[in-house]
């Protein structure tokens, strides 16, 4: 069985966030870690190898740093990893990021494709799907469950306040939830071979399969960033110095006239 993983590194927001003049992530500047959805679905994905001996392969999109979030994949048990960086990517929204992924995807074998939900950069959640619209696989979304039986996944997949048991044939692609599981830590043992025994595969642009430049990076993306900012600046409120009896009663007014009660 092979399993592909798709992670992307994301900028630390507990270190601030800074904005190139388009509107886009200075993400070079920035300190980065691991999405946590990305995370959880590669500790689901290192489960099923423990269990079956499956081939977990991580891919990533992304500056040539990125480097280092395939490396911590190899270091927790990842097989293989691949880095998907070229300048003509860069900029990209959603679209064209799904679709730069999939374009890469396609030069690899696969029964089960694990993503994240959605970035904390982007929180869109639309990557993981727009990926199985380009290869044409069926996709379930919300995972906080993920089990493989014979050729088909299970997955108990989350939905308001109680969940949905799905089954699907593979090939297909999965959307994991941070809350899936606890990622495992990297071993002093993973972390030799992920830096000093293993190797990341790097393709660009060409090496890329049935994708036009005219759907790729800042140029291929419909999105359109019209303000960004890093701080949302708070009104100060309303202030009000009042007795104990008081305060209750001008709560409870409040809640009311918000029709929270």
Not at 5 to 15: E, L, N, Y
Not at 59 to 70: C, E, H, N, Q, R
Not at 130 to 152: C, F, M, R
Request: some cysteine; charged content about 30%; overall charge negative.
């Amino acid at each position: 069985m092979k399993i592909v993983v798709c992670v992307k590194q994301v900028p630390d927001t507990a270190g601030g966030v800074k904005f190139n003049p388009d509107g886009t992530l200075d993400r070079a500047s920035m300190l980065a870690i691991m999405n946590p959805d990305d995370k959880a679905g590669l500790e689901a994905a290192l489960r099923i190898k423990d269990e079956t001996g499956a081939e977990v392969t991580v891919v990533t999109m992304g500056l040539p740093k990125a480097d280092a979030v395939l490396r911590e994949a190899l270091a927790m048990g990842a097989d293989k990893a691949v880095l998907v960086t070229d300048r003509v990517l860069g900029g990209a929204d959603t679209w064209a990021t799904s679709t730069t992924i999939a374009g890469a995807l396609r030069n690899l074998d696969y029964d089960l494709i694990i993503t994240g939900r959605q970035a904390i950069d982007g929180d869109t959640a639309q990557v993981g799907p727009q990926i199985a619209v380009h290869l044409g696989l069926p996709v379930i979304s919300y995972a906080e469950d993920i089990k493989v039986e014979g050729d088909s996944v299970i997955v108990k997949r989350q939905y308001e306040d109680r969940y949905h048991e799905i089954k699907a044939k593979m090939p297909c692609l999965v959307t994991a939830l941070s809350e899936l599981n606890e990622p495992r830590y990297m071993t002093p043992g993973g972390i030799f071979d992920a830096f000093d025994e293993k190797e990341v595969t790097v393709w660009g642009r060409a090496d890329l399969k049935d994708v036009d430049d005219s759907d790729l990076g800042l140029k291929g993306s419909p999105t359109k960033i019209a303000k960004a900012s890093d701080k949302v600046p708070k009104g100060a409120g309303e202030k009000v110095n009042l007795d104990p009896t008081e305060s209750v009663a001008y709560l409870m007014g409040k809640f009311k006239e918000k029709h929270i009660i």
